[in-house]
């Protein structure tokens, strides 16, 4: 496309790259060739041990292996097709059962070659470290590396199918049920026209952050009574979903809650504690960001669903297009292929932009084979946060295709310890960007509103990673809890890092209900290690031009090496708790701006 015309914008999925429809009728001829393709695997090596003793039958194994990670991942472009369906609208149920039914397909097939890497974790130490040192296995060594690690945990063959296959009831259906509630919910409540509106929950928790206060009290009235109305049912769903991680945990000798979560991160536990702790001792910065806050608002003090409101001018209206443009030319400036990659998205729908009933209620951006699209899921209301979840998502894009490019099938992935630093690195880049369109009275405002990305991203997140480690004791001490005590515990880790400023006002101990990430047990860390690894990331560049060279490097990594070691080769030791803190001093040198601006503001009304 000649970057010089008009950008074509199409602001619903195009699928038909993965189906025409729901009803394809290729369907059935795709899911009857990619079972032939896995079973051809089982029958070629299930009976076989020579690729667990010989480098060169395992380097033939390995890229049958690749090839089907390849041109499969699973159920094909059927399975991804109806998963993005189901998250498109979840009210809708023929798409629901025919997720569930390739969801359950995806199981089946994972079981049937699960044998492949059991029985290559459990070679003995000598042969992996010929392995290791294989040459012709060198571009499988750290999937080498990662499948030995992850086999001091595993069951037998047979144990690892149960739990596979159980899965599904034990874990995601409990967590699907209650999402699906809510995102079905609608309420009457003020729109931004002072006008009575029926909304559906997205659109609901959007006004949340109204400047005007009518709105947001209106809408926070309506978020409250929803999630009352489901808090018992989450209360099951929280503790079924507990107690499953509990019973795989003793299964598996993991000796603490979230050590399985980094065994898959391929991060060590050690990193992430030094993280946490070093985040937590500065919950200061946090308060005081919040009191500023309040003093802003003119208010004693926040409710805890102020604490995204935001200040000054920067609540102006974007229209999609504006947000468009302003990516792009963030983008052109960073580096040409990252600005191609943008523009490809747009120009082929592969961003479903608006929210609307049924649809899930938060962004992603999600891919599967190398030959798929990449797609992208928002639910863009026109505030400057969202286009800044535009540039987040298409971080996560950007990286996502440039490891496939770069990486075979079983390196691209990128793991969650470290994918939150190309989204975040992309975020902040675009809001400076966003920032320039102010004028010099508004720096307050662009400085608060940074800041609350910063808080939210990294405080904000660990306060909630010590939310889960708090409940995840607390269940292993008493077996049940109730959405009371789990309220209690929400409200005592939200309290810490918000402090004195923010009043936990009567319903928020339920606003757990609808938090999708302390399902996806410990996945928060990544927010907040994402965010001051980008800060170094960014500062190199801002110094240094040609370092986005190093960026693009670290983007195409993919699974190749470790987090520890990829960031070693950039010169950034994530173990040294010095690093995290030179972040976390930038995010306080940005509060000592502000606070010096709303010095010199005239008092609020």
């Known amino acids: 496309m000649?970057?010089?015309?008009?950008?074509?914008?199409?602001?619903?999925?195009?699928?038909?790259?993965?189906?025409?429809?729901?009803?394809?009728?290729?369907?059935?001829?795709?899911?009857?060739?990619?079972?032939?393709?896995?079973?051809?695997?089982?029958?070629?090596?299930?009976?076989?041990?020579?690729?667990?003793?010989?480098?060169?039958?395992?380097?033939?194994?390995?890229?049958?292996?690749?090839?089907?990670?390849k041109n499969y991942n699973g159920t094909d472009s059927v399975g991804y097709y109806f998963t993005l369906r189901n998250a498109q609208d979840q009210t809708n149920a023929e798409v629901k059962s025919q997720s569930a039914k390739f969801t359950e397909l995806e199981i089946k097939?994972?079981?049937?070659?699960?044998?492949?890497?059991?029985?290559?974790?459990?070679?003995?130490?000598?042969?992996?470290?010929?392995?290791?040192?294989?040459?012709?296995?060198?571009?499988?060594?750290?999937?080498?590396?990662?499948?030995?690690?992850?086999?001091?945990y595993n069951l037998s063959e047979a144990e690892e199918k149960i739990l596979l296959l159980k899965s599904q009831t034990s874990y995601a259906n409990w967590v699907n049920m209650v999402s699906e509630f809510v995102s079905k919910e609608e309420r009457e409540v003020l729109d931004e026209d002072g006008q009575l509106t029926v909304k559906a929950f997205t659109d609901i928790l959007n006004l949340v952050n109204s400047q005007n206060k009518e709105v947001r009290m209106s809408s926070a009235r309506a978020v409250n009574k929803i999630l009352k109305k489901h808090a018992s049912v989450a209360e099951y769903e929280l503790n079924s979903i507990l107690q499953d991680h509990k019973v795989e945990d003793d299964l598996r000798r993991y000796d603490r809650p979230d050590k399985a979560t980094h065994v898959v991160?391929?991060?060590?536990?050690?990193?992430?504690?030094?993280?946490?702790?070093?985040?937590?001792?500065?919950?200061?910065?946090?308060?005081?960001?919040?009191?500023?806050?309040?003093?802003?608002?003119?208010?004693?003090?926040?409710?805890y669903y102020e604490r995204n409101v935001s200040l000054g001018n920067l609540n102006k209206k974007f229209t999609y297009q504006k947000a468009v443009e302003l990516v792009a030319t963030t983008f052109d400036d960073l580096d040409p292929e990252f600005a191609q990659i943008f523009r490809k998205m747009i120009k082929n729908g592969q961003v479903d932009v608006y929210p609307k009933k049924g649809k899930y209620s938060s962004a992603f951006c999600t891919s599967k084979r190398h030959t798929d699209p990449v797609y992208i899921l928002l639910n863009f209301a026109g505030k400057l946060d969202d286009v800044t979840t535009l540039a987040h998502e298409m971080g996560h894009a950007i990286n996502a295709t440039l490891s496939m490019q770069a990486q075979n099938a079983l390196n691209s992935e990128t793991p969650i310890s470290t994918t939150e630093v190309s989204s975040i690195f992309m975020e902040d880049f675009v809001f400076e960007r966003a920032s320039l369109g102010y004028s010099s009275r508004d720096k307050l405002s662009m400085v608060m509103e940074k800041l609350d990305s910063d808080v939210s991203a990294i405080f904000r997140q660990v306060s909630c990673y010590q939310f889960e480690q708090d409940l995840h004791k607390s269940y292993r001490e008493k077996n049940y809890l109730t959405k009371e005590e789990i309220g209690a515990l929400f409200i005592k880790?939200?309290?810490a890092y918000m402090g004195d400023a923010v009043e936990q006002s009567p319903g928020s101990q339920n606003w757990w209900v609808y938090w999708s990430h302390i399902r996806s047990f410990f996945y928060v860390y990544s927010y907040a290690s994402g965010q001051l690894i980008s800060k170094a990331l960014q500062n190199m560049v801002r110094q240094d031009k040609t370092a986005i060279a190093q960026v693009k490097k670290f983007l195409s990594a993919g699974l190749s090496k470790s987090p520890k070691e990829l960031f070693l080769d950039m010169g950034i030791d994530i173990t040294d708790c010095n690093f995290w803190n030179k972040g976390l001093n930038e995010v306080e040198q940005l509060l000592s701006q502000a606070e010096s601006l709303a010095g010199q503001q005239p008092p609020s009304n």
Do not use: C
């Open 109 to 152: 097939i994972v079981n049937d070659i699960s044998f492949f890497v059991i029985r290559l974790g459990k070679v003995a130490p000598e042969i992996q470290k010929i392995m290791l040192e294989s040459p012709p296995l060198e571009p499988y060594k750290h999937f080498l590396e990662r499948v030995f690690e992850t086999a001091k």
């Open 493 to 495: 880790h939200m309290s």
């Open 2 to 69: 000649d970057d010089a015309q008009p950008m074509v914008l199409k602001t619903q999925w195009d699928l038909s790259p993965l189906l025409s429809g729901d009803d394809d009728p290729k369907i059935d001829a795709l899911i009857d060739e990619l079972k032939r393709a896995y079973q051809g695997f089982v029958d070629r090596w299930e009976q076989r041990t020579d690729y667990l003793e010989n480098p060169a039958v395992l380097k033939e194994a390995l890229d049958d292996y690749e090839l089907l990670a």
């Open 265 to 303: 991160d391929d991060i060590d536990s050690q990193v992430v504690d030094v993280l946490v702790d070093a985040v937590s001792k500065r919950y200061d910065i946090s308060a005081r960001y919040y009191e500023l806050k309040a003093k802003l608002l003119g208010v004693p003090k926040l409710k």
